[in-house]
């Protein structure tokens, strides 16, 4: 059969159960995505990146599978992922919808955290099956992520009609769908960003300090603390909250500044932030006395000011 053929639109119902898979843009997610659906029987045939860096990674996890112009990935796989960065995700839509790429029955999936189905609706219109699948997890881009899908939560978005299909990939996957409205997709995102992203940063930076104050180790010394402080913090909430904010330790928090500002101004803005927003968790919920809350606030004031 030519792969570039036109094909009758199909119902997912009626759909093989093995599908041809496409990966448009190599990045570190769309290789192990494709990876684990390999895995659970469906076979990519067809993926398009144009750095070194994803041409070494589609190499690694996708051996044997030819890179080609992302066109013509659609003209060979019924499973597309769309794997490119949130800003460039409705241009490359429009684009591929344009140019005559997107093929009526066409399973189209992005997996942008940002985005529902909506940012699909061109695809849509030229006959595509439109899903959102993001997984919550971090990538290396090397074969490890695929081990890391295990059990890791994807958030779904489809139409109801494709709801049962995009779950049964992401279990394919080996993860587990939780279901997000596309009105959700904006906070949904921004919630995992909060607390992924912005915790490789503090942690960094934590190192970074460490190692300054002569620690040979950082990593060794932070990975228990860190690990007890995130398992504290799934399974308690804000009742895991310690330290001298927490305490209303105000002498110990200027102290804090004071050497941030001598040896990391960079990180004192951070550390303030931080510091406000746990003394007023930790004041809502009771941890915080309001007599000690005040001197603390002050002294987290006076920092804003020097």
């Known amino acids: 059969m030519n792969p570039t053929a036109p094909q009758e639109p199909l119902d997912p119902r009626d759909r093989p159960a093995r599908l041809t898979v496409g990966v448009v843009g190599a990045g570190r997610v769309g290789p192990a995505l494709a990876a684990s659906l390999q895995l659970a029987g469906h076979r990519p045939v067809a993926a398009s990146g144009v750095s070194d860096a994803s041409v070494r990674r589609a190499a690694a996890m996708l051996p044997d599978v030819p890179l080609v112009a992302p066109a013509e990935v659609l003209a060979r796989a019924e499973l597309v992922l769309l794997t490119v960065p949130d800003d460039a995700l409705p241009g490359l839509v429009e684009g591929l919808v344009e140019t005559g790429a997107v093929r009526p029955g066409q399973l189209l999936v992005h997996t942008s955290g940002r985005y529902g189905t909506k940012v699909l609706e061109p695809a849509l219109r030229a006959g595509a099956l439109p899903l959102a699948l993001h997984?919550?997890?971090?990538?290396?881009?090397?074969?490890?992520?695929?081990?890391?899908?295990?059990?890791?939560?994807?958030?779904?978005?489809?139409?109801?009609?494709?709801?049962?299909?995009?779950?049964?990939?992401?279990?394919?996957?080996?993860?587990?769908?939780?279901?997000?409205?596309?009105?959700?997709?904006?906070?949904?995102?921004?919630?995992?960003?909060?607390?992924?992203?912005?915790?490789?940063?503090?942690?960094?930076?934590?190192?970074?300090?460490?190692?300054?104050?002569?620690?040979?180790?950082?990593?060794?010394?932070?990975?228990?603390?860190?690990?007890?402080?995130?398992?504290?913090?799934?399974?308690?909430?804000?009742?895991?909250?310690?330290?001298?904010?927490?305490?209303?330790?105000?002498?110990?928090?200027?102290?804090?500044?004071?050497?941030?500002?001598?040896?990391?101004?960079?990180?004192?803005?951070?550390?303030?932030?931080?510091?406000r927003t746990t003394a007023d968790r930790a004041l809502a919920h009771g941890m915080l006395k309001p007599e000690l809350a005040e001197d603390l606030l002050g002294v987290l004031a006076e920092g804003d000011l020097r």
């Open 135 to 275: 997984p919550a997890m971090t990538f290396t881009g090397t074969a490890v992520d695929v081990q890391r899908l295990a059990g890791c939560s994807f958030g779904v978005t489809a139409p109801e009609e494709l709801r049962l299909a995009a779950e049964a990939l992401v279990i394919e996957m080996g993860g587990e769908p939780e279901w997000i409205e596309e009105q959700n997709r904006p906070l949904y995102h921004a919630a995992l960003a909060l607390g992924a992203n912005h915790l490789v940063t503090l942690v960094a930076q934590s190192m970074e300090l460490l190692r300054a104050a002569g620690v040979g180790a950082p990593d060794r010394m932070l990975g228990p603390l860190l690990g007890a402080a995130l398992d504290n913090a799934l399974r308690s909430g804000d009742a895991a909250l310690t330290g001298p904010v927490a305490r209303g330790d105000a002498g110990t928090v200027a102290a804090h500044v004071a050497e941030l500002r001598k040896h990391a101004p960079a990180a004192v803005a951070g550390y303030l932030a931080m510091a």
